[in-house]
């Protein structure tokens, strides 16, 4: 994935686990927009 205007790249996360390659482990935080409703 591009990084801006960059030739810089972000690893997807299937890029990520085939670079770990089971070697080790992974703590993945996955983010999503807040809107300010939690629907609660």
């Known amino acids: 994935m591009a990084f ?3 030739a810089d ?3 997807t996360l299937d890029d990520c686990l ?3 390659a089971g070697r ?3 703590v993945v ?3 999503s927009a ?4 939690d629907g609660s």
């Open 18 to 20: 085939d670079l770990v």
């Open 24 to 26: 080790g482990a992974l």
């Open 4 to 6: 801006r205007e960059t």
């Open 34 to 37: 807040f809107g300010g409703d």
């Open 29 to 31: 935080e996955i983010k």
């Open 9 to 11: 790249r972000i690893f």
